[in-house]
């Protein structure tokens, strides 16, 4: 009987340690809620990352990507995928003006946008961003992707954009009237958080051969 008492306590305790360690596991693993798979992706690819392309991935090319918490914002991993992204948007095999998260195989609402509107036409990136309204008149424009790298197209977009996020320098929370082709960008761009492509809203669409 005492035996029988002393394995059911041992039992108890070995399901206790496996209770603990399990959730010890769960914390360390989602500490600032980026996954292991996208931990790996950000952190162990070198600076000109490999952009995601149609139709081969589609399947994150069409999801929609999820917010980043508090803490992703301020973490390594943010600080390091913006890098990252400013590297290969700018590096001369891509050449873009814009960049969303999704194009480097990361599903979170990030983009990174050529600012045209600001002296020096520099890079900004944002974090969660959102178009709280678009205005200004309709305007054809031509549209080109890196994740579709042999077409061009035709897209009728607004002229003006009023965007919220949080700067990925600074931290601090902005929002801004956009006007002029750099609007156009952060509607493509943010289109990208949506699981959406330019080829989607194009009036016409052709195929280049560089
Ligand atoms: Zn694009």
Redesign the pocket.
């Known amino acids: 009987m005492q035996v029988k008492n002393l394995f059911r306590s041992l039992a108890i305790a070995f399901l206790a340690l496996l209770a603990i360690l399990t959730i010890i596991g769960i914390l360390r693993r989602d500490h600032n809620g980026w996954t292991e798979s996208e931990k790996a992706l950000i952190l162990r690819q070198d600076s000109l990352m490999n952009v995601t392309l149609m139709p081969k991935d589609s399947a994150i090319l069409r999801s929609k990507a999820a917010e980043l918490t508090p803490r992703m914002l301020r973490s390594r991993e943010t600080k390091e995928l913006v890098a990252k992204m400013l590297y290969t948007v700018r590096h001369p095999s891509q050449d873009g003006v ?3 998260a999704p ?1 480097v195989g990361i599903s979170r609402r990030i983009i990174c946008v050529q600012r045209f509107d600001l002296p020096g036409d520099p890079f900004k990136a944002c974090l969660n961003p959102v178009i709280d309204t678009l205005f200004g008149e309709m305007a054809p424009g031509r549209e ?5 790298p042999d077409k061009r197209g035709i897209v009728t977009r607004h002229q003006g954009a009023v965007l919220s996020y949080t700067d990925a320098e600074t931290l601090e929370y902005h929002r801004e009237t956009i006007e002029g082709f750099t609007a156009v960008i952060v509607q ?2 943010c ?2 958080l949506d699981g959406i ?2 080829t989607d809203r194009a009036d016409s669409l052709w195929t280049v051969s560089d």
């Open positions: 814009g960049i969303a194009q080109g992707c890196l994740s579709i493509h761009e289109d990208h492509l330019y």
